[in-house]
Every structure is written in structure tokens, then in C-alpha cells.
């Protein structure tokens, strides 16, 4: 693979600038213009949302709808496809990740009735991979394939402190966002946080998000000791202790490392 | 939105021809190239596997990589990226219907501690939307994004059952292949299965896929009454009747239909 990654350093250029790179990119464009507040969108929503001309959207939209990564209900309107979704099931970074972390998962459900939460970190946020909720579990703020800043969660904090310093210190230069009252916007004391936790082996976030809300999190390591996710559990502020869910937490982390071919400690 | 679909209608033709057309295709050959067995891909692999040039195989791979949608590893192999998961997890077949339908999947996987599924129909099979399994639960065949035969599943059999007149009679005109020695592979005898299907409100498949496995089906409404889903629990062949499930399967399909809006029985 030296060969083809050399290559492919040697002309990204003209690569870029070619019509099947335009292509490919509007595509995506069209594609990344759906949301979770935008699950459907008719062709003139599309057009205006991705900054395309009518006639450019509907051309792409037919295209991407032929090939099945778009779908129109009766309306006619677009939404993301089946087959774009079971391309991506394959994703080693998204249900790859899950499908061996799910039983973990699902004991720490088991034994808590509450949220438990699986992320990854991807630049510099969180990306929830999994989340198990009862119904009667604490409502939360994320949402599976949705993102997260990583200074106030349980989860992004361990996603934080076990990050390259560059992704660090990155997320310390930005203003830090306030959720609520209590939020951690001070990045002195976001950084005692990060070492605390990379002390401890584990993150807490005590109404950092809502104010009803406790989590804990515990990082999951690949095979070559690198923390490549971390699992969380979330429950209301008040009816249990970090202290508490620590342990169970860590025992699903490392349950779940363990699968991935790591032998270390957390 | 009846003059877009008209004029969509009436230049799909010119539009497949075009370089966009060709581009995107292209692209979603190369994606489509990924699989269960084949999670990962150096260029040469997916060359030989789309039967693209390895230039045009090498110029596709760069920009859906840029874009994404591909990701590389360190060794420089490619998978299918993260942005193409979070795109993907808007598709309201896919994890859209997931996310009404996984509480009610985690009751029936509380009271069970067996592999819980939720499945649609694409066509003449079976996509496997969401799966709880425990560490204990009998193994499966099935994947989540993965796609299986109708005729021989709980979840196939109710997806068939409420199909329209055409698709039952395409899938019953085709060969149906055996699994077991107790397969069902006489068309006559599949569609008297899903005459009583209908008339129960619910499928069995009693080691039509493997030996030791027995599953249970019924059917997920949408608002308009129609058939969008199924929900099933596998079970050891012998660990449990077939109707002793079906009511906790019921209530759960019940359940997931009154969040889809439907106030229909099933």
C-alpha cells in the first residue's frame, strides 16, 4: 500500500479539480444537507439548503436517488436511503464498534435501567455510536450519529483527556460552551479536570449537561492500548454517586477493550 | 411537489448519461464494494472488486476519502468513514425507525434475555434494522444493515405476509432456498403459512434457519395501517413455545406501532 498512498500524495490536486471529484463533493453536499431536524426535504429545501441551482439539486437528487442512497415518499420529497444506511453499517468506526460493544452495553443496562451511551471522538467533538435508554430512563440530550461538544459529558471528557495534546489544547483555546449553571467554561479547570480523569481511569459530569443528570464514563482501548471510545452511563442527579457507577462502568469499558484485543488495564 | 417528480420523470434518461450521473454511480459502486467479509480494502482490492480501472478506482477512493465517506488506516487500506454513518443514520428506514422502536425492544429483551429484532422488507428480503442480544442468547445468522430470505424467518414471514399480491407472488415464483432439513421450500405450503400468518397476527419459524433456533414475528403499523416492520425474539428450539411468546412480541410490536401513530390492532 506505500506505492498507492504515494500516488495518491502525489496528485490530490489535480484530483480535486477534476469532474468526478465535483460530482462526488455536490453529492455529498446533498447528502450532509439532512438533519436530525431535516429528516425529509423536498427538492427546492435541497437546493436552497445546499446553495446548489433547482436544476443542479434535481439532476444529483435523481442520480443519488437511482442509485438508492436518496428515497421519495409519496409527497415526493427526499430522505436518506436504506441502502446508504446499510453501506454504513459497515463503518469500523460506527456499528463495527457498536456490534462488539453491545452485550457490554447491554449488562450495564441491565443492572442500571438507565442510559448507556458508546462514543467515539472525531475531531473536536463526540459522536454517540450507541445509546440503550429505557423509557423511563432520564431524558437526554444526544442522539445516535449525532454530535457533542466533549468538554461537559462523562464521555467526551474521557474522549479529552486521553487525546493527542494538539486535540487538547485545541479544545481548551475555544470558548467552552454553558449548558447550565454549573458547566465547566473555565479551561484552567476543564484542564484539572482532564488530568484528574486521566489519574482516576474514569470521568464524571454532575449536571454539566442538564441539571437533572449525572454520568460516568470509562475509556474503551483498541488492541494497541490506544483509547478508541468510551462508554457512559447517565442517570438522574441525586439517585446514585459517581462512586457508584464507576465500577460497573469501568467493568464494561474493559469487557469491551478486552474484545477489541487489549490486555491493559484502564 | 407534482412538478418536480414530472420533470424528474421526464429527463431521467439524459440525466443517467451525464458525468455526474456516471461519477456518482461510479462512487456508489465503489462504496457498495464494502461487505461483512470485506470491511476494510487496500485499492487494488477494490479495483479487482468494482472492475474500475485502478487510476479511476484510485481518483474515486481520493475524493470519496476527502469527502468522508471513505476513511483510510494506517497501513493505508481504505473503510467506509464516519461521515458517511452520521449521514446515514438520518435514513428513516434505518435508524430513524430504531430509535421509536428500540424501548420496546429493550422490554421484550428484559423479560426474554434473547436476541430481540427489528426488520423491514427492501424488496424480496429482509433488512435487519436494530438487534439486542445478550452474551448468553442463542447465535443468529442475521446482522444489523445485513439482508436475508422472507420465507424462512418469523420476521421475513410477517414482512411477507403484508406484503402486495406482486411481491408475494415474485418471491414465491423463485426458488426458496433450504437452510434446514425442515425448511419450507414448497411455494404451496409458504403461502398457506401466510394465509395463517394474516389470520393469527403473527409468524413462527420453528428451526427453518438453524436447528436450534425457534423465532417469533409479528407486524409494526405505521399511522396509515400498513405493514412498515416486524419485531421478533429468537430463542433455543425448546427453551420456549412459540405461543408463549407471541404476546410479549405482540404488545412490543403494539407498542412500537402506537409510537409510529398507528391505533390499529395488529
Known amino acids: 500500500m506505500r506505492v ?4 495518491l500524495a502525489s496528485d490530490t490536486r489535480p484530483v480535486t479539480r477534476s ?7 455536490r453529492a455529498t453536499r446533498l447528502l450532509e444537507a439532512f438533519g436530525p431536524d431535516r429528516r425529509t426535504m423536498t427538492l427546492t429545501q435541497l437546493a436552497h439548503r ?5 436544476t443542479t439539486a434535481h439532476r444529483l437528487a435523481g442520480v443519488l436517488t437511482e442509485c438508492g442512497l436518496l428515497e421519495r415518499d409519496d409527497a415526493g420529497a427526499y430522505h436518506v436511503g436504506l441502502r446508504l444506511w446499510e453501506i454504513a453499517a459497515l463503518a469500523p468506526r460506527g456499528l463495527g464498534l457498536r ?4 452485550p457490554f452495553m447491554e449488562d450495564l443496562y441491565a443492572v442500571t435501567q438507565e442510559n ?9 467533538e463526540s459522536v454517540f455510536v450507541e445509546r440503550l435508554a429505557g423509557r423511563l430512563a432520564v431524558p437526554v440530550l444526544t442522539r445516535v450519529g ?3 461538544p466533549l468538554h ?3 464521555l467526551g471528557r474521557v474522549l479529552l483527556a486521553y487525546a493527542p495534546p494538539d486535540v487538547q489544547e485545541a479544545v481548551l483555546a475555544r470558548p467552552l460552551a454553558s ?7 473555565d479551561p484552567r479547570a476543564l484542564r484539572k479536570i482532564l488530568a484528574e480523569v486521566r489519574s482516576l481511569g474514569w470521568a464524571v459530569n454532575d449536571r454539566q449537561v442538564t441539571m437533572d443528570s449525572l454520568s460516568v464514563a470509562a475509556p474503551v482501548r483498541a488492541g494497541d492500548g490506544s483509547v478508541v471510545a468510551a462508554v457512559s452511563v447517565v442517570v438522574s442527579a441525586g439517585s446514585a454517586t459517581a462512586n457508584a457507577l464507576a465500577p460497573m462502568v469501568r467493568a464494561a469499558a474493559r469487557g469491551i477493550s478486552r474484545s477489541l484485543g487489549s490486555d491493559t488495564s484502564d
Chains 1, 2 share one sequence.
Open 146 to 148: 449525532g454530535r457533542f
Open 152 to 154: 461537559p459529558t462523562a
Open 19 to 25: 469532474a468526478h471529484g465535483l460530482a462526488i463533493r
Open 99 to 102: 456490534e462488539v460493544a453491545l
Open 179 to 185: 449548558f447550565t449553571p454549573r458547566t465547566v467554561t
Open 4 to 7: 498507492a498512498s504515494r500516488v
Open 116 to 124: 448507556v451511551q458508546l462514543g467515539i471522538r472525531d475531531g473536536l
Open 50 to 54: 445546499t446553495g446548489l441551482p433547482l
